[in-house]
């Protein structure tokens, strides 16, 4: 509708509390992927919390989003113009870069066996 109470979200219809919160994502999406010279994503379920976002810059940076399932992700990446890839494929995950502090974080960890 004219006057913004249109509550579509792609080809997809929502209550309007939800694609308040869509909206909201697909402004992070973007955002990320102005920042980083555009962006891939991988859309992971996560059960009863939705599903997570995993964004990889160009740049080789990376970082996330949750959105409330599956489809809302993969509407919200199109509405961005995020391409969505549906697997990890090895030149996705060799692009990535974690950062110095990533690697220190994970050094600390303790692994039980």
């Known amino acids: 509708m004219a006057d913004g109470s249109d509550t579509s979200f792609g080809s997809l219809t929502f209550d309007p509390s939800i694609a308040a919160a869509a909206r909201g994502l697909v402004a992070g999406l973007k955002s990320f992927a102005a920042g ?40 919200a990446c199109a509405k961005a113009g995020v391409a969505v890839e549906n697997e990890w494929e090895r030149e996705l995950v060799e692009q990535m870069r974690p950062s110095n502090d990533l690697w220190r974080s994970m050094g600390r960890r303790v692994f039980s066996r």
């Open 36 to 75: 980083h010279g555009g962006a891939t994503a991988v859309i992971e379920y996560v059960g009863r919390r939705g599903a997570r976002i995993v964004l990889v810059g160009q740049d080789g940076s990376w970082g996330d989003h949750f959105a409330d399932s599956t489809d809302t992700a993969r509407a």
